[in-house]
């Protein structure tokens, strides 16, 4: 499967907008995100490491897969921050009790 499998058309578009409604501040470095703000910079056309992205936290997609598209562990992310989190967002597998439990 290619890294977007699964994350294009309609069902995937509906998801975001849903993340984005929230208006949430970034899940990786906690600032608020600028929705207004265009994925590539209009003057250079450069990729905006600011604008928003939709996050697979606090589960990554490469360890939980099975979450890809389940609305609560999705969320909003400026996108140099979703990029760089690679898997320092891996958290317990499922299944796993806490100390608490």
Do not use: F
Not at 62 to 90: F, I
């Amino acid at each position: 499967m290619g890294a977007n499998s699964g994350r294009r058309g309609r069902p995937w578009n509906r998801l975001k907008a849903e993340v984005y409604a929230r208006r949430s501040t970034c899940c990786r470095c906690r600032q608020a995100i600028d929705y207004t703000r265009p994925y590539r910079d209009p003057l250079t056309g450069k990729v905006d490491s600011l604008s928003k992205s939709v996050d697979h936290y606090p589960h990554p997609l490469e360890t939980h897969p099975h979450l890809a598209e389940d609305p609560a562990n999705l969320a909003a992310a400026h996108l140099g921050c979703n990029l760089s989190a690679g898997m320092k967002g891996a958290t317990s597998t499922l299944g796993e009790t806490t100390e608490e439990w």
